[in-house]
């Protein structure tokens, strides 16, 4: 197969997203004021869907993330609550695609947590989640959903494994062991039959994940892979990576022939990490530069060239990560085809970035919204571990998003695990490794000692309180 060479001469044809254009959203539609994460680590550090945002925060110990509801912009107070559970940084935050309210984090902690948000929003600090998935040996780099159930969890670790989780049971079910790196991103195809992965080793995979074996594999010499992301059902894989002259490049690549891939483009000269991100509907792929301010954009065809650019959103704001709203909470009405969620570190800002089709007429635009996956799983987690495959149910955004179905998450009910060394219960007292985890240790335990006083002290007045009124009914005159 012969690699094509992408040139930047213009290309004229007939495209109905040729004149896409992005929309920063006003200064009120922002969310202001938000300590957003200084963690080098490269995700998105931001997760968002029709109802809630949730951003990773700097803290002092341990570590947290703020989740906001998507109607409630402008500024947030530095005292909002936080979901601060975890013991050691949040390396990534992703939202169960089917419940709106259950989201997934991971840590350098080596744990992976659910977490179940209130409806309107958390009220206060919320420390405990529904459930604590311990597995991995080291910190936790990666989580992502099943694209068609709503029990199955994956994550990727620092020792270099994949474990498949499920959460009707609360336990890892399956382990991929076949990466000799840390793995950098995974991906699904449309129906979750399909995992692609790259990895420090500088081999792109395609995985079937019940099994763990390895279909396709790449030795990326002149691409070294960063990112991979599947075209949704075209059966093609595209990646971000560097070339050998250290500039930004993107391939594309048959998932059935990793041999070589079927076109190359170089981007430009900058340093920073190439987001990709893929709209199966629009067929239309936006790549995002890490600590620059651009995010371009081209269709995805199935004949040469392959690849189309169409534009170039630009912004003098550098952006750590971006969010993504699915389908199903975008504007229609506007014309909205993509919405970005871009953090901004040093303003402490989050900006939605509308990507909008110009048209002139009122009526719903048909041919910009196909029917798209929904809000419903198309399968249990049982039934996919067995070896089903089912494609998404799809959903019209037609007459606005109204939910169908009403799903809530049970946790399993665990015993608690303890592995009890000296009368010191291991998993409960993680030995601190370094200083630092030594104080903050220390002052948690300060602070845990102080609040048991105070509900000691108020437990006292309360049952002085309560004496004297005993005292008081039985000298009362009605008793005599």
Known sequence: M????????????????????GKVANREQCFDGIPITKNVHDNHFCAVNAKFLAIVTESAGGG?????????????????????????????????????????????DSSVRIWEIPEGGLRRNMTEAVLELYGHSRRVGLIEWHPTTSGILFSAGYDYKILIWNL???????????????????????????????????????????????????????????RVVFLGNMKRLL???????????????????????????????????LFPFYDPDTHMLYLAGKGDGNIRYYEITTEKPYLMYLMEFRSPAPQKGLGVMPKHGLDVAACEVFRFYK??????????????VPRRSETYQEDIYPMTAGTEPAITAEEWLSGINRDPVLMSLKE??????????????????????????LLENVPPRTENELLRMFFR???????????????????????????????SPNNI
């Open 343 to 356: 953090l901004v570190t040093l303003k402490g800002l989050v900006e939605p970035i509308s990507m909008i």
């Open 64 to 108: 947290s993330f703020i989740v906001v509801p998507v109607a409630q912009s402008g500024r947030i107070e530095p005292h909002n609550p936080k979901v601060c559970g975890h013991q050691g940084n949040v390396l990534d935050i992703k939202w169960n695609p089917f419940i709106d309210n259950i989201i997934a984090s991971c840590s350098e």
């Open 239 to 273: 990646t971000t990576g560097v070339s050998r002259w250290n500039t930004r490049q993107i391939a594309l690549w048959d998932q059935e022939d990793l041999s070589m891939p079927m076109v190359e483009e170089e981007i430009d000269g900058l340093s920073g990490l």
């Open 168 to 226: 009707e049971i609360g336990e890892p079910v399956k382990m991929i062991d076949c990466h000799s790196d840390v793995i950098l991103c995974m991906s699904f195809n449309t129906d979750g039959s399909l995992l692609a992965t790259s990895c420090k080793d500088k081999k792109l995979r395609v995985i079937e994940p019940r099994s763990g074996r390895v279909l396709q594999e790449a030795n990326c010499k002149n691409h070294r892979v960063n």
């Open 445 to 475: 335990q300060q602070e845990e000692l102080r609040r048991l006083k105070e509900e000691l002290t108020q437990k006292d007045v309360k049952i002085r309180q309560l004496e004297l009124e005993l005292n008081n009914l039985r000298n």
């Open 2 to 21: 012969t690699v094509t060479k992408m040139s930047w001469r213009p290309t004229y044809r007939s495209s109905k997203f040729r004149n896409v254009y």
């Open 400 to 425: 606005g998003y109204t939910r169908p179905n009403q799903l809530v998450f049970k946790a399993p009910v665990k015993e608690k695990k303890s592995v009890v060394v000296n009368g010191i219960d």
